[in-house]
């Protein structure tokens, strides 16, 4: 993928993840008694950017299969990298909101090691797994065996934690094998399903840095004869989003309520994912932006600071809402990363510490 390819995706990632949490309300109304139009309209949004997590721990394993700290890899520099980058920004949000909800201080550390202090930070401590072990993956080659084990290892897992939610794997299908045992020792399958899930992109995006496009794709390409790449691409898009928007809607229709019935962690949603990866990993090869890619690295603290903008605009009627959070969260983003260029100290405050690394402490 080209750099504004990758720009692009991460930006339409962050955008549909505030627009997810902008219009929750409406998207959780559909299959009750108080939905409506918009509702509807809301849910296939929700339903389009669904993968945006998925493409943002992607584009991380893409990143770092491409950074030049991947190629004369030191283990500390890389860890010392991830945590001026992510863990100071974070943890700084971390303590806003945990001011702002009065939770008790018994609390306050275990909401830093969980994300819990604001519903969208349980990403850190997940993307923050996979950088721990990452030592570990950027030495696994890809090879179709390998592909088939990551890809095999979610599966298992996405069927027993549907399983002992009792939620439908796909289109309907539903398992059940989990005894009283198994549920009592694994309780909640939940954060294990979370974790496949993120590692099986993580992995992808190091292969694909790593092989130049996405692994597999090349014998898809060599079997095309009368339609062209970019529509044979653009049709397996349409038709994994359509077995996305199909199987929320079936789960609807089987009496779940819209949020689990369309969560992130579903089997359509992973080939949806890498069907939207495929279709842009050949695009825009020959073309620069620089406001684009300062976009894109605002995009982190867009991701941060996002619900405090919504918090304030709350009362206002949803398109209104939606639109505002998005200009206003990019505009803040956008400006962070202009100031944390003016001083050593607002960088690593507004996440640029690994800049202020290689400026000042890295001759």
């Known amino acids: 993928m080209s750099k504004l390819a990758t720009d692009i995706l991460r930006i339409f990632s962050i955008t549909f993840i505030i627009i997810n949490h902008t219009g929750w309300w409406f998207f959780s109304e559909v299959g009750t008694y108080y939905e409506r139009e918009l509702s509807h309209v809301i849910a296939w949004m929700n339903q389009l950017g669904k993968p945006s997590v998925l493409f943002f721990i992607f584009l991380s394993g893409y990143a770092f299969g491409r950074h030049r700290l991947n190629q004369n890899f030191d283990t500390g520099r890389f860890y010392l990298h991830r945590f001026l980058r992510i863990w100071i920004p974070y943890f700084l949000v971390s303590v806003i909101y945990y001011l702002d909800n009065g939770t008790s201080a018994d609390h306050f550390w275990w909401g830093i090691l969980t994300g819990a202090h604001k519903y969208h930070l349980y ?17 696994i080659p890809f090879s179709w065996n390998y592909l088939f084990m990551f890809f095999g290892v979610l599966v ?13 794997i796909f289109l309907g299908w539903q398992t059940d094998f989990t005894d009283a045992v198994f549920a009592s020792k694994y309780y909640n399958m939940e954060p294990y399903e979370m974790l496949i899930f993120s590692l099986f992109f993580f992995q992808l995006g190091l292969w694909s840095a790593r092989e130049g496009k996405m692994p597999g794709t090349e014998f898809l390409e060599k079997h095309i004869s009368v339609l062209s790449k970019t529509i044979f691409r653009f049709v397996l898009l349409l038709i994994f989003f359509g077995w996305t928007i199909l199987d929320y809607y079936m789960r609807v ?5 819209s949020d689990p ?16 990866i495929f279709f842009m990993q050949n695009m825009l090869t020959r073309i620069q932006s620089d406001i684009i890619g300062r976009l894109s690295r605002a ?5 941060l600071i996002h619900p405090f903008i919504l918090d304030y605009f709350r009362l206002w009627d949803v398109p209104i809402l939606c639109l505002s959070v998005i200009i206003v969260s990019w505009v803040l983003g956008y400006l962070a990363t202009i100031i944390s260029g003016k001083s050593i100290i607002l960088g690593i405050l507004l996440g640029d510490g690994d ?9």
């Open 261 to 276: 019935a369309g969560r992130i962690w579903r089997i359509p949603v992973v080939f949806y994912a890498i069907s939207v």
């Open 123 to 139: 990403f850190i401590p997940l993307i923050s797994i996979l950088y721990a072990i990452f030592p570990l993956l950027r030495k």
């Open 299 to 303: 995009s982190f603290l867009v991701y």
């Open 355 to 363: 800049k202020v690394l290689r400026k000042y402490l890295v001759k």
């Open 253 to 257: 229709s089987d009496g779940m309520s």
């Open 156 to 168: 298992m897992v996405h069927i027993f934690a549907s399983d002992y939610q009792d939620y439908p």
